[in-house]
């Protein structure tokens, strides 16, 4: 098998949805004598493939990708660089960032909103609940399906520093020790659904059974879950808790746009 | 739709069948623009579009240099300054410049 390009392997790490870099000088003097001249494709784990034709540029794109790859929200951009000879040249870096995950607790009517848009905007969605009646494929079409009660979570349930967590069991106890898995993961956002004093009674005992979260833990929990717009329908509530998720994931705060200089983040 | 995701699938489709075509991406945006840098447009040989690089304002225009793209095998970059009267004439009211990359991929 011939050597993987540095953009054949671009294309591959992006459908296996892992984090990578693919830098491509940006030249139109002359037609590509294949895809590969003036390219470079950096994974997240460090592999490089390609070459830019010039060592000092190879090196700096490579700490360039490797910086962005380690950061929280990387942006694309084309950095102009001066050759020896005084020629310049731009290189447009492409990075690339996977989807986060979204972990739905809670099979419920209400909840088939929530992983249909969470399954449109192209979140990997994941819905959780034992009753296999309600927590099925049909109900939840795009979404992975764990049919599990709180013992299976440890070994069934997977969560990562870029999982969103939703928990929607209404169920007292259940949400109670949903919450005690979820809060001592590395989610950084757990949404629960109710009023602030449902929230506070399952908390208050839970540290009456001696589990007491740190104010780190606390801080990455949000109820009442989602953006304050009035919401009442299952579907209104569900666009209100993933623009929570989007804004959170983006680094804003919600809110209007009215008369805002900038609608991206600067 | 995860950016871009729609893209993605299409090119593994377009190198797989082999068919040719050229795909465009936004490498620079100064001011506003609803697409920023890194949106895509991948365009075949047949001229069928899969991405958005703008609200709707360049994707023919870019439609029609990649025929071009795609027939010499020369990549183009092109800038778009759409505070300009000409494009402002046209009614398509988006303001900023973006400046986009068309290269052929086969």
Known sequence: MAKQSAFEAWLASVEAEKACVLATILQTESPLANQESGRMFISSEGVTIGDLGDKTINAKIIALANQKLSEKKPKSETHTFVLSDQQEISIFIDVYIPPVDLIIFGAGHDAIPVANYSVSLGLRTTVVDSRAFYNSEERFPGAKIIVTNEDGYHEKVKIGNRTYIIVMNHHLEKDQKTLEFVLNSQAPYVGLLGPRSRRDRMLDALKEDGIVFSDNQLSRLFSPIGLDIGASSPEEIAISILAEIIAIKNGHTGGFLQGAEYIHNK | ?106
């Open chain 2, 1 to 106: 739709m995860q950016e871009n995701a729609l893209v993605y699938k299409a090119l593994a489709k377009t190198k797989e069948i082999q068919k040719k075509s050229a795909l465009a991406t936004v490498v620079r945006v100064f001011g506003s623009a609803y697409r920023r840098e890194g949106a895509k447009m991948l365009i075949d040989e047949d001229e069928n579009r899969t991405g958005m690089i703008s609200g709707g304002c360049l994707e023919s225009d870019v439609a029609e240099v990649a025929k071009q793209v795609i027939e010499s095998g020369t990549p183009v970059l092109k800038m778009y300054d759409m505070d300009e009267d000409l494009v402002w004439g046209l009614g398509l009211g988006c303001p900023g410049k973006v400046e986009i990359y068309i290269e052929p991929v086969s």
